[in-house]
Structures are given as C-alpha cells and as structure tokens.
C-alpha cells in the first residue's frame, strides 16, 4: 500500500469484494495494494482462514454447514479487527452473507443458523463490488490447480452469489468484458469513488494488460495478505512444518533449527541427562533397526529438498526486492509458486514419513500380541 500523509479522522466505510471462481479477485486485489494509500485496508478471506487452519473440509451437508457458520463468525471478527487504526475503507475479501451462497438449506435456515437477518448483514456494508465470473469463451481460467470447478460449474456458484446479494441498496456489477484491463480498471474506479478526498489525491495507477496478465499469474497460488517477505515466507513455511509434524506424530528439526543448533555451545549447567550418564556407564550401542535407517533416510532426503527449496526461495525473495513495476509483480507470483511447491514437497514427504512410522507402529503390535 502507498504511505498517506493524510492525519484526518476517517469515517470508516466497509465495501465487500465478490465475486464467483475465476473472477479476478486476487488479481484486482493485489492492483488495489499496488494503487491504494494504506488507509484502504484489506481483510484475508475468511473461508482461506478457517480451511487452511485445518477446519473440516468435507461434503455432507451437516458439515458443510458447521463450516458456513464458522466463516461467518470468523468474517465478522475480522471486520471487528479491520475497523481499527483510522482506515477510510475496509475491504472485505467477500462477506457474511456470500456464505448463502454456500449453504446447504433454504436461507431462512442460514439467517436462523448465525442469529441474524439479511436487513441486519446488509446494512454492515457500505458498498459491493461484484466482479462476474466470465464463461469459457470469455477467458474463465482454469490452469489453477487449487480451482476444481468447471466454467459452469463457476457460473453457477458466481449465480447464487448474485442472488445471495440481491436488494444491497450499493451493490456495483462489473461484467466480464473482452480484456481483463476493462474489468479491473472500472473496479478502480468504483472503489476510488468510495474514499474520502482527503485520500482520493493520491495517483492511482492505470494497469496495462502486461500488468494483469503478471498479476493474474500469481492466482495460480494462495495470496498472501501482503506482498511476501523472507519473514513471511519462513512463518507460513515454519507453521507449515509444525503442523505436519502434529499430524504425523513425530519430532524433526527445519534446516534453520539444525544451523542454530550447530552454532549454539552446550550449555555449561549440567543436565540430569548428563549426571546419569556421569554415574552410570554407557549400555553397548544397539545396532540400528532396519526400519529406524529408513526413516532417517527419509527424514535426511527431506531435510535436503527443504534446503534446496530454501536457497531458491531466498533467491526469489532477492530477485522480488530488486525488481520494479511489472517485474515486481511477476517476480511476486514467481515467488508464490516456488513457495506452494515448497510446500507440497514438504507434505509429500510427511505422509511418506506418517506411512512408514503407521507400518512400524503395526508390526510393533503386532508382535506384543504375539501375531504373526
């Protein structure tokens, strides 16, 4: 976001962002972070918080419904958090009522259901930008490997958004038009004319089509809240490897822990480790199990890929800080796609690792009860 000089005492306007699969969001998103002063203050997705947190993403209707009603809670709290710090417009990344749209039920179940009404969740929102998700013919993408659904599949689901919002006193509609340029740029335009004066000075930049088909490319990838840093892309992958690690029911260190711990001395305190071992000799080394050698195997062939991923990733982040205009932006989704195959590297070879220590953990069963 551009810096602001603006000191004034703004009176926050809440505008919501939507739109079907394949509309153009992340795309408009990141051209809003490029073109808006930092009192524009975009929200995550909620339904990107609560899925990629680990809750349930599963097809029968009673969860799909828990999962309706978690994102609806969680959207309205992060609204809660978007209000503070003086921001002239808080844009949403979709809102409450996008999750009629996805419920299973009539929509006197859904307002039932978060204890509210459609007047209520209407009147918490200032402006809607509806961007249209365009047909086959009309450049819907579906390159995105995290995008299942079909062009008429995205059609209907763009659909029921439309009549989820239907009787929004401000909603705004942009049509998929022949170039993405034309749709993005009247989405600036709407959203410009919802800031106050004092933030309306700032130069808003005009995107080429050189500009959104680079910012395009990174929709092949989750975004990022924020243009990604070192830091960032250490936290995700760090949570990453944690979370992997619950799941798997093991203990491994990142390459950064094992720098730390080889640069790290011993502590000169003495352990109660260290005392048995002063008062008791060493038992003779056991050879090492079959199974035992290959999953350090496993683990050290992980560890290697995490590293190597690692030195692209800083390489990425040093070409990302360097470049400038579009090749910023292409430099960005470059760097967002190294991230995610880190990423599915890393969850590759975690379930192989799950596999392995499920079969030890059998066959150890097995022989306590004395199976064959």
Not at 8 to 19: A, D, I, K, N
Request: glycine share 6%; aromatic share 4%.
């Amino acid at each position: 976001m551009i810096p602001c000089e603006c000191t004034s005492v703004h009176e926050r306007r809440r505008v919501v962002l939507t739109g079907g699969p394949g509309a153009g969001k992340t795309a408009l998103l990141e051209m809003i972070r490029q073109s808006f002063c930092s009192h524009v203050r975009i929200l995550p997705e909620a339904a990107s918080i609560v899925f990629g947190g680990g809750f349930p993403r599963e097809s029968d209707p009673d969860c799909r419904r828990a999962a309706q009603r978690a994102i609806y809670h969680v959207q309205r709290e992060l609204e809660a958090v978007g209000d503070s710090h003086n921001p002239a417009i808080v844009l949403c990344d979709r809102g409450t009522i996008d999750g009629l749209a996805y419920w299973d039920g009539s929509a006197e179940d859904f307002w039932a259901a978060v204890h509210t009404t459609r007047g209520a969740e209407f009147a918490r929102y200032d402006a809607v930008l509806h961007l249209r998700t365009p047909g086959q013919a009309d450049g819907y993408n579906h390159q995105n490997p995290l995008r299942v659904e079909s062009a008429n599949e995205a059609a209907a689901i763009d659909a029921r958004i439309v009549e989820a919002w239907e009787g929004h006193p401000r909603r705004f509609i942009v049509e998929s038009s022949t170039t993405f340029i034309d749709k993005v740029q009247r989405a600036l335009d709407i959203l410009r004319g919802e800031l106050p004066e004092c933030c309306k000075r700032h130069h808003v930049h005009v995107p080429t089509e050189k500009d959104t088909t680079s910012v395009r490319a990174a929709e092949t990838v989750p975004r990022a809240e924020e243009p990604p840093s070192r830091k960032g892309v250490a936290m995700k992958t760090f949570t990453l490897v944690i979370t992997t690690l619950a799941i798997a029911g093991t203990s491994i260190l990142t390459p950064s822990m094992h720098a730390q711990s080889a640069a790290t001395p011993a502590p000169s305190a003495r352990t109660d480790s260290q005392d048995h071992q002063a008062h008791h000799p060493a038992e003779p080394a056991q050879p090492a199990k079959p199974a035992d050698t290959k999953m350090r195997g496993m683990q050290n062939k992980m560890m290697a890929d995490m590293k190597a991923r690692d030195a692209q990733i800083d390489a990425l982040v040093a070409k990302m800080n360097a470049a400038t205009g579009s090749a910023k932006v292409e430099a960005i989704a470059e760097l967002l796609t190294a991230t995610v195959q880190q990423h599915k590297t890393m969850r590759d070879g975690m379930l192989q690792m799950q596999d392995g220590m499920m079969m030890e953990m059998h066959d150890q069963m097995m022989k306590m009860g004395g199976g064959k």
